[in-house]
C-alpha cells in the first residue's frame, strides 16, 4: 500500500500547481480536450527512436503511435498512404532513369514544424552512414548509391534521395524495380522521417519530452522513474562504463543503482494533420491523452480492471494469463511480427577452464545441440500466449509477392534443428567433441520483461542438463551515467538501458529478444545476416580498404550470402519466393539465431472503449478512439479511490483558495491509478 500512495500523492502533487495557475489567472476554460485513456503496458519502454524498436514488440506499438510513416498496412494487409499524399512513377528506360516522386501530406511534428521531405532525406541517410549500425539499411538499397554509400564507394550526398519542394521527394533508383515492393518497405517504422535538429544532439534524443518530437497522433508527455538506491539498492553491473579511480588509473566496469520507469503519458499531437488555426482540437486525434502505467501488481491490476479504471491492457501479465477475470476477456490477433529468439555469438569467448577460453558457438553442432535441447512446449505453456517456433520468419509477414497469404503457411519445411531432442542434441556435442561440464556461459536477458525472464529460466534448465553450466544474466536500466558534451552534464532523468547496450554492441555470450519484422516483407527478416545485407558499419581499420562487416552474431556463410545477393537481384517480388524460404532453410541449419516461439498479440480492450484500436501490422491505434459513458467512467474512478483509498487527504493550504482537498475533489489526473476529465477539477473556492 505504501508504493501505491507514494504514486498517488506524487501525481496529484505534480498536477496541482498547473491547475492552481490556471484557475488563480482567472482564465476562460478553453475548448474540451477529450477523454483520458488508461492503459496498462508490463514492459517498460526505454529508448522510442523508431530505427531502434526492433528488440521487443511492445516497444514497437508504442512508438507507432508516436511517429508517422509514410506508408501504412491496413487490416487487410493492404499498402495505404499515409504521410504520403500522392506519388508518380517516372520511367525512361532508354536512359536508365527509373524515378519516384513523393507528395507529402500537409501535416506537422508536435513542435508545429511542418514535415518535410528534409526530415525523409535525413531519416534514411542515417541509416546508411558507413559507420552506423542499423539493420533496416537493406530497405533501401535500390536507391541509386545507397549501397555503396553504406560500403563507403561513395558518397552519403550522392545517394538518389532530393528534396525537389519542401513537400516533394524524388527518389532515383538503380534500375527498374517492382514498385509493390518498395511501397510495402516504406511501411517500416524504421523508414519514418526524423528531424536533423532534433535527433543529431544526442544518442539518447528519444527518451524524453524535453528533447524529442512527434511526427505521429501522439507525442511523449511525461515520463516517471524511480531509483532503487534509497529502497532495494539493487544495482546493475556497467561492464562498458570506463572511470578513473582514485590513483589515477583507468577502470572499466561498476555498478550503479537500477532506475526504471513507473508511467509516462502519451498526449496529443495537436498539430497532426490540423490547421492550428482553423480546426477544432479533436478534428485529428480524439483522445486527450493516452496513460500509460508500467508499475502496478497484479493484484492492483486486476482490481482496476474490475473496477473499469483500465481500458486497454497491450501485454497480459504473466500470473494473469491463466485462471483470471482479464485472461477471460483476452484477444488473440493471429498474426505476430516478432518470434522470440535467441542469438548465439560466434565471437564470444566461453570459458573452457583453459586460460584462452573457446569460441563455442562458431560450432554449428553445438547451435543445433543447443536448439534442440529447448523444450519449446514447455516455453508455450508458461506463456500462453505463443507457438512454437517452426522458422525465423514471424506468422505476419507476406509470401513474396502476396498479401492473401503468408510466409509461414507457404512454407511446408521441417526444419530437423526446432523439435526437440535432448539425446541427439547430446550425440552433436560428442560429434563436435565438447564436454559441455568444461563449458561456463551466460544467457542474457532483459531483467524488466517478466515473460522473456520466464523463457530464459526454462531454456537454461534445459542446457543446464546437457552439461552446460550456464545461468541466466538479468540485466536492466541504470541511472545515466553518460557525459553529454551539448550540456556538459550527466543528465539524471533519463535510463541507461545496459541490455540495450549489450544487444547493440554484441557483448553478449548468447541472448534472448524478440526478432520483429521490419517489414511484412521476409528479405527484411532474412537479409541482415548476409554481410553484404547486415546493415553494420564497415570496418575501416584498415585506411586503405573499408571491409563489410557480418552480422552481430558473427555469421558469415558464403553460400548464404551469394544467394541473398540473388534474392536481392530478383527485381519482381514474386520470383524471390522459393529462394527466400530457401535462405531461411539454410539459417534453420546453420542457427545463428534460435528461434524460440512465435509471439501472439494477446490484449485486453474495455468494452466502454470505442474505436479501432489495432491494424493489421498489430500497431497500435487510438487515433478515433473514446470511452462510452464517460461520466460514469469519471464517478466509478471516484468510487474506486473512496473505496481503496480513503485515507489519502491533503491537508496543507495552497496559495489559491485550496484549504482543504481530498485527490477526486482537485485533481484533473491521478496517474497510475485512474484519470479524471478538466471538467471534473473543482474551481478554486468552489465546493463539488
Request: with cysteine; hydrophobic share 40%.
Amino acid at each position: 500500500m505504501t508504493k501505491r500512495i507514494f504514486a498517488l500523492l506524487l501525481c496529484a502533487a505534480t498536477l496541482l500547481s498547473c491547475l492552481t495557475f490556471i484557475g488563480c489567472a482567472g482564465e476562460d476554460k478553453e475548448e474540451d480536450k477529450g477523454q483520458y485513456i488508461t492503459t496498462y503496458l508490463t514492459d517498460n519502454v526505454y529508448d522510442l527512436d523508431p530505427a531502434k524498436a526492433y528488440t521487443n514488440e511492445a516497444l514497437a506499438n508504442v512508438v507507432s503511435l508516436m511517429f508517422d510513416t509514410l506508408f501504412k498496412l491496413d487490416e487487410n494487409g493492404k499498402v495505404k498512404k499515409s504521410l504520403v499524399k500522392e506519388y508518380i512513377i517516372e520511367e525512361n528506360a532508354a536512359a536508365g532513369e527509373y524515378t519516384m516522386k513523393l507528395y507529402l501530406n500537409d501535416t506537422c511534428w508536435s513542435d508545429g514544424t511542418k514535415i518535410s521531405a528534409n526530415d525523409i532525406v535525413y531519416a534514411w541517410k542515417r541509416l546508411l552512414e558507413v559507420d552506423a549500425n542499423y539493420e533496416a539499411a537493406a530497405l533501401l538499397f535500390d536507391i541509386k548509391n545507397a549501397r555503396a554509400a553504406k560500403e563507403g564507394d561513395a558518397s552519403i550526398d550522392d545517394v538518389g534521395i532530393y528534396p525537389a519542394e519542401q513537400q516533394m521527394l524524388e527518389i532515383n533508383f538503380e534500375g527498374k524495380i517492382d514498385y509493390d515492393q518498395f511501397l510495402l518497405n516504406l511501411t517500416s517504422l524504421a523508414l519514418a522521417p526524423l528531424r536533423d535538429d532534433i535527433v543529431s544532439k544526442s544518442d539518447d534524443w528519444a527518451k524524453k519530452p524535453g528533447t524529442m518530437v512527434c511526427s505521429g497522433p501522439f507525442k511523449l508527455g511525461r515520463i516517471n522513474m524511480k531509483n532503487t538506491k534509497e529502497t532495494t539498492g539493487e544495482t546493475y553491473f556497467d561492464e562498458n562504463y570506463t572511470y578513473k579511480d582514485g590513483y589515477g588509473f583507468e577502470q572499466v566496469g561498476k555498478s550503479f543503482a537500477q532506475q526504471s520507469i513507473t508511467d509516462f503519458m502519451l498526449e496529443r499531437n495537436m498539430y497532426y494533420y490540423r490547421d492550428y488555426e482553423e480546426d477544432r482540437l479533436k478534428k485529428s486525434v480524439t483522445p486527450y491523452k493516452i496513460c500509460v502505467d508500467c508499475s502496478l501488481t497484479d493484484e492492483q491490476l486486476t482490481a482496476m480492471y474490475d473496477a473499469g479504471m483500465v481500458m486497454y491492457i497491450s501485454d497480459v501479465p504473466l500470473a494473469l494469463r491463466k485462471n483470471s477475470t482479464i485472461a477471460n476477456d483476452v484477444e488473440i490477433a493471429d498474426k505476430s511480427t516478432s518470434t522470440n529468439s535467441i542469438y548465439l555469438n560466434q565471437n564470444a569467448i566461453i570459458d573452457d577452464g583453459s586460460e584462452e577460453g573457446a569460441k563455442l558457438f562458431a560450432d554449428a553442432k553445438v547451435r543445433q545441440a543447443l536448439s534442440l535441447a529447448i523444450d519449446r512446449a514447455a516455453i508455450v505453456d508458461a506463456v500462453v500466449y505463443a507457438e512454437a517456433a517452426t522458422g525465423l520468419v514471424p506468422s505476419s509477414v507476406f509470401e513474396a509477392g502476396s498479401r492473401k497469404t503468408t510466409f509461414r503457411d507457404a512454407c511446408n519445411a521441417t526444419y530437423e534443428f526446432l523439435g526437440t531432442d535432448v539425446d541427439r542434441a547430446k550425440n552433436l556435442l560428442k560429434e563436435a567433441g565438447i564436454n559441455a561440464s568444461k563449458y561456463t556461459f551466460e544467457l542474457t536477458v532483459a531483467a524488466y520483461d517478466e515473460v522473456h525472464c520466464a523463457i530464459a529460466d526454462i531454456i537454461v534448465e534445459n542446457w543446464k542438463a546437457l552439461g552446460f553450466n550456464v545461468s541466466a544474466k538479468k540485466i536492466g536500466t541504470i541511472e545515466n551515467n553518460d557525459w553529454y558534451k551539448y550540456t556538459e552534464s550527466v543528465p539524471a532523468d533519463i535510463c541507461d538501458d545496459l541490455y540495450a547496450e549489450e544487444l547493440r554492441l554484441g557483448t553478449f555470450d548468447a541472448i534472448i529478444f524478440d526478432y520483429v519484422a521490419f517489414s511484412a516483407d521476409p528479405f527484411s527478416v532474412l537479409a541482415p545476416f548476409a554481410k553484404p545485407f547486415s546493415g553494420r558499419g564497415m570496418d575501416m581499420s584498415n585506411p586503405d580498404e573499408y571491409l563489410l562487416t557480418p552480422h552481430i552474431t558473427g555469421y558469415d556463410s558464403e553460400e548464404y550470402n551469394a544467394l541473398m545477393e540473388e534474392i536481392f537481384a530478383q527485381k519482381t517480388i514474386a520470383d524471390r519466393a522459393e529462394n527466400l524460404r530457401k535462405a531461411e532453410g539454410i539459417l534453420m541449419n546453420d542457427l545463428p539465431i534460435i528461434p524460440v516461439v512465435y509471439n501472439q498479440t494477446a490484449t485486453v480492450t474495455n468494452s466502454k472503449l470505442k474505436g479501432e484500436t489495432m491494424n493489421y501490422y498489430n500497431t497500435l491505434q487510438f487515433k478515433k478512439c473514446k470511452i462510452g459513458s464517460y461520466d460514469k467512467y469519471l464517478e466509478a474512478g471516484k468510487k474506486y479511490i473512496t473505496d481503496n483509498f480513503s485515507e489519502l487527504k491533503f491537508t496543507e493550504a495552497t496559495e489559491c483558495a485550496y484549504k482543504e482537498f481530498d485527490l477526486f475533489k482537485t485533481a484533473n489526473t491521478i496517474y497510475s491509478q485512474f484519470f479524471l476529465d478538466e471538467k471534473e477539477a473543482a474551481k478554486p473556492g468552489e465546493a463539488k
